[in-house]
């Protein structure tokens, strides 16, 4: 039947019905204030404007698309980081959107964030040693400093950091090592679910296998289930299970990696793999580029009905009309929404 | 004076060129001997991890290196008979933007926020082709209208922020061409910006440097940008050129332990990702170290297999491949030969 249930069984045995997070209508608007006395909201930025989504336990998840399309945002919402404008999270079986306080915080300890850069996101006064076991001390983990030790030079270990440099501080660390500080403090509270925001983005090209296989192997051996946020497509069909593609606070086109990069069906996804550069010069002579013309759209106006028509190369009038086209499955587990894509 | 032949076509000839940089933290070994040719039309592709030297070469050529802290040590860089290192500054300008332009990641660091663009432009016009106002503009406009500007004439009078990433680096490109450059260098041009951006100003580039006839400089550590636009391929790390050929031949037939890594450190938009990335071990070298032998030996799998105590110590020459079927343009810096290596 569908090559979709194969691909997810060649790369991993998931279990399909095991829905660790289910996202829906979800919308984050930013309020656009003006005035130097009174502040009165003149607009709002829909960085994320209504998408829906679920997540099975122990997949990894890939959110593409160009800078500014709301893929942090979605991110940060899910983990409650933003609170949602409008619609539903839920995780392993509970409403987060309405949740706050301690029940909140006791959540947070199942899901946790993957700086894009390691540099900004670690405190430079901070040992690796006390950076990794913060979240212990806020949740009350391992009283005893001893066993707290032990725990976080074992973390050490699991990342690939020499846990002898327990008390040196993050510049003393390269990149790459760096990012693995952040994994391991990502891990201290024994999350089940993690938003790699951009992991590997600021790193070498060298050091970006080194932690991409990483983050491989701790999902294997600890069943995490990943929202990788990227922008390197080439990184996501490794990497991922499934992907979404969001084009200006929406989800265009979603289904298993391999379905998409050899089927994209969506024109914005089919420009967007097309423009990626490949590390070969005999496909790169051969290769039929489709060249989108101008830039995104502004997120605090976006235009009336699909939200591509103002770049799509195969716009038609109905694109231009009310309501914007909806997510439909347009093949097995591959959705689309285009006008075009029935 | 010129020999018989091929040696008229080479437009640039860059030898043993060593730049440090004397800082509070000790000297920066950021390049250390590298040597290129470049010939007319030719588009040269650097790429590179950060670090690894390739916008200091450039600068140096450019006669851009700030000193202090930096300095030139050695090295010739010969651009049409003349060794550009040996010029005086106001000479350099003139060449500078006339015969060689340079485009950099980002255009906000070389435009200046106050001025509108077509005072820009039209400034380097008048300096370099002594137009006056009006010609400056027609030709300023006609520049942005080229590299896919609409509405060129008004915009003139707009400032850099009122324009996007994409946009920006096309003007940049705009004032780079504006005086027929003979060589174009472009450092990382496209690096900030997105995919589908970056694909319109890369063939927007190869479409104005056939039209221009230029030769082209473009730097890169990604080794999907220059596998489409370059004829060949300089693979820098530590300072030092790893290896170099057509890009069919490096790409296609990489002989450099690092090359290879990197090349399978990559994974492909075109294939299904099942099989584990390959992972260079451990992180680039400490540019404040004194380079002694070859600056991979740290983190090559090849020396170790081979057991080569050598790579420590010397630093292997930059020559032709072993069994190279080609013009022997096709050179590494290494002493293994990795056919042997990887049985
Ligand atoms: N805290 C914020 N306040 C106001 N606007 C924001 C905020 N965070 C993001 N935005 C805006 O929301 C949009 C989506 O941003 P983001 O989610 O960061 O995109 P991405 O991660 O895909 O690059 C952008 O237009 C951005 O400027
Ligand atoms: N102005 C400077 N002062 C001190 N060190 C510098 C300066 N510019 C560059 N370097 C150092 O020189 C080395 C090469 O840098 P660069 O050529 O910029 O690398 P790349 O362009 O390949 O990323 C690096 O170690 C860098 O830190
Ligand atoms: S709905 Fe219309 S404008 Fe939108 S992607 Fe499809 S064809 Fe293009
Ligand atoms: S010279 Fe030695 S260390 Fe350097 S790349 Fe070759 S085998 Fe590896
Ligand atoms: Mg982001
Ligand atoms: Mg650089």
Redesign the pocket.
């Known amino acids: 039947m569908s090559s979709q249930v194969m691909t997810a069984e060649k790369r991993k045995s998931l279990d399909e019905s095991d829905v660790i997070l289910e996202v829906t209508d979800l919308k984050k608007y930013f309020p656009i204030s003006a005035g130097i006395v009174f502040q009165r909201q003149v607009g709002a930025v829909r960085a994320v404007d209504g998408i829906s989504f679920h997540v099975i336990r122990g997949e990894t998840l890939g959110l593409v698309g160009e800078s500014g399309c709301g893929k942090s945002t979605t991110g940060r919402t899910i983990l409650q980081l933003y609170r949602p404008t409008e619609g539903s999270v839920r995780f392993e079986g509970q409403e987060l959107s309405t949740m706050s306080g301690n029940d909140l915080r006791q959540m947070r300890r199942r899901m946790q964030i993957i700086f894009q850069d390691p540099f900004a996101s670690l405190n430079p006064r901070m040992t690796v040693g006390s950076i990794v076991s913060e979240p212990l001390q806020i949740h009350k983990i391992y009283s005893n400093k001893k066993e707290r030790q032990q725990y976080v030079e074992q973390l050490m270990e699991k990342v690939g950091l020499n846990p002898y440099f327990i008390n040196r501080y993050p510049h003393e660390f390269s990149g790459g090592q760096r990012q693995r500080i952040g994994i391991a403090r990502a891990l201290a509270l024994e999350p089940s679910f993690i938003v790699a925001d951009e992991p590997i983005s600021a790193l070498d090209v060298s050091i970006q296998a080194q932690v991409v296989n990483l983050m491989e192997e701790l999902q294997d051996e600890l069943n995490l289930t990943y929202l990788f946020i990227a922008h390197d497509l080439s990184m996501v069909r490794h990497i991922c299970d499934r992907v979404a593609v969001m084009y200006l606070g929406k989800i265009v086109e979603l289904g298993p990696v391999d379905e998409v990069y050899d089927n994209p069906q969506h024109p914005y996804t089919q420009a967007l793999l097309s423009a990626v550069p490949v590390p070969d010069p005999q496909v790169e002579e051969d290769r039929q580029r489709i060249i989108i013309s101008g830039d995104l759209p502004s997120p605090s106006s976006p235009p009336t009905g699909c939200n591509f028509n103002t770049r799509c190369p195969v716009r038609f009038d109905l694109c231009f009309e009310e309501p914007d086209p909806p997510l439909i499955e347009a093949r097995p587990q591959h959705y689309v929404s285009c006008h075009r894509v029935t | 004076m010129y020999e018989e032949g091929s040696a008229l076509s080479v437009l640039l000839d860059v030898k043993n060129l060593v730049v440090r940089f004397y800082t509070q933290e000790g000297t920066v070994f950021a390049v250390n001997g590298v040597s290129f040719e470049l010939e007319e039309g030719e588009t040269l592709g650097i790429v590179g991890e950060s670090g690894s030297g390739k916008s200091v070469s450039s600068l140096a050529l450019m006669g851009l290196i700030p000193s202090p802290p930096g300095k030139v040590e050695s090295g010739t860089v010969m651009f049409e008979g003349r060794d550009l290192l040996t010029l005086k500054p106001d000479q350099m300008r003139l060449i500078r933007g006339k015969e060689i332009a340079m485009i950099f990641q980002d255009p906000m660091t070389s435009l200046n926020p106050v001025l509108t663009i077509g005072t820009q432009i039209t400034e380097s016009l008048k300096l370099h082709e002594g137009m006056n106002t009006s010609q400056s503009r027609k030709r300023a406009a006609d520049l942005l209208d080229m590299v896919g500007i609409p509405d060129a004439y008004r915009r003139l009078d707009d400032y850099p922020h009122q324009f996007s990433g994409g946009m920006r680096q096309r003007v940049m490109i705009a004032m780079g061409l504006s005086c027929n450059p003979k060589l174009l260098i472009a450092d990382e041009p496209t690096t900030a910006l997105d995919v589908t951006i970056q694909a319109q100003i890369i063939e927007l580039v190869k479409q104005l440097k056939d039209e221009f006839n230029m030769a082209m400089i473009w730097i890169t550590h990604d080794l999907g940008v220059v596998a489409g636009i370059a004829d060949r391929i300089q693979v820098m790390y530590g300072g030092r050129i790893?290896e170099s050929g057509s890009s069919h031949e490096v790409f296609g037939d990489s002989r450099?332990?690092?090359t290879e890594g990197l090349l399978g450190s990559l994974p492909r938009l075109d294939s299904s990702g099942e099989e584990k990335l390959t992972q260079i071990e451990g992180s680039p070298p400490d540019m404040r170290n004194e380079p002694v032998?070859?600056?991979?030996?740290?983190?090559?799998?090849?020396?170790e297999n081979?057991n080569?105590e050598?790579?420590?110590n010397d630093r292997?020459p930059l020559e032709t491949v072993p069994g190279d079927g080609g013009d022997g343009t096709h050179v590494?810096?290494?002493?293994?030969d990795?056919r042997e290596?990887v049985a």
């Open positions: 790893m450099h332990p690092y032998g070859c600056p991979f030996a740290p983190r090559c799998d090849i020396r081979l080569l050598q790579c420590w292997p590494m810096s290494c002493w293994a990795i290596g």
